[in-house]
């Protein structure tokens, strides 16, 4: 189970970011503070640390086995929850990544209402989003898969490190 082990502290790395940013958030709202070195590195970590190392090694490894040896009720829980998630928290990234470069050339009000919708919608989802999967589909998993599963990801998972 050390998967489980390492995404929940993945998880409380992007909990504790999401902290950050929303306070950076907050600021930029109440006093018109807008570092874009700060905002781009916020989507750098959101991408290659939150997608990238955590939301990828999910979909390939933990939801596809879960896929393959727990049945329709895992893949209900994946394909019409976590997935769907997954890809609309890339939305989210997207767009905002967008609207702080657009800003940063013209600093319309609109931009920055998008800035922050984007932004708190991003933050929003994600504390939604690993709320769920700490406390129903991790123990799903913990309680559903037999011993050689656990093994046989452990495996996927050190080949998914290597392959970086």
Known sequence: ????????????????????????????????????????????FIKEYADKRHHQREEKILFAYMEQYLGEAAKKIIRNGMLIEHDLARYYVLELDKAINAYHSNQQKDLKLKIIGYSFSYIELLRRHIDKE???????????????????????????????
């Not at 995404?7 to 874009?36: R, T, V």
């Not at 129903?136 to 290597?162: G, H, S, T």
């Open 134 to 164: 700490n406390n129903v589909v991790y123990p799903f998993a913990k309680r559903q898969f037999p011993i050689e599963c656990w093994e046989l990801m452990e495996l996927a998972e050190k080949d998914f490190f290597n392959k970086k």
């Open 1 to 44: 189970m050390k998967i489980i082990e390492n995404l929940l502290n993945e998880h409380q790395n992007i909990l504790d970011f999401l902290d950050d940013f929303q306070n950076e958030i907050i600021n930029f709202m109440e006093n018109n503070i807008f570092n874009i070195t700060s905002f781009k590195e916020k989507i750098t």
